[in-house]
């Protein structure tokens, strides 16, 4: 009896322990994501002080919030994906919701690109704006060479 209670409880810290790890290293890449693309931006804008202390908290504020819009748009989209049963009526209530969102993040960057006009010159925007979507496609284009190395061994 203690032998089969003492196996469940180490199987069951095992588990905890992995689940534990994983999240951490799930955590520790974004962070580490983040720290690159600091450093890619820092580089590619060539802020001065003044300008990266106004630059950054306003920059790191847009992402908050369009983080939060994707999160609410994924939930949105898997309760159409997921739910087949859906009124009519319900899924209009979700696309409504959906386009909103799409409505609320293309707002969102204006009033960005707007702020960001106010404290750097334009050439820096325009820097900034494609520098960001630069890095976002280098992310992605790593993430593919790696996931297809991986596959291949």
Known sequence: ???????????????????????????????????LKIAYLTEKLDLTVSEAEIFWPIHNEFEKKVDEIKLKSVKFRKQIATNKDLSEEETKKILVQIIQLSSDRNQLEVDYFNRLLEILPAKKVVIAISSDREFKRKMIEEYKERHRKFKNN
């Open 1 to 35: 009896y203690f032998k089969i209670k003492f196996m469940k409880i180490f199987r069951t810290l095992l588990l905890v322990l992995f689940v534990s790890s994983s999240l951490y290293a799930q955590r520790l890449n974004k962070e580490k994501v983040k720290t």
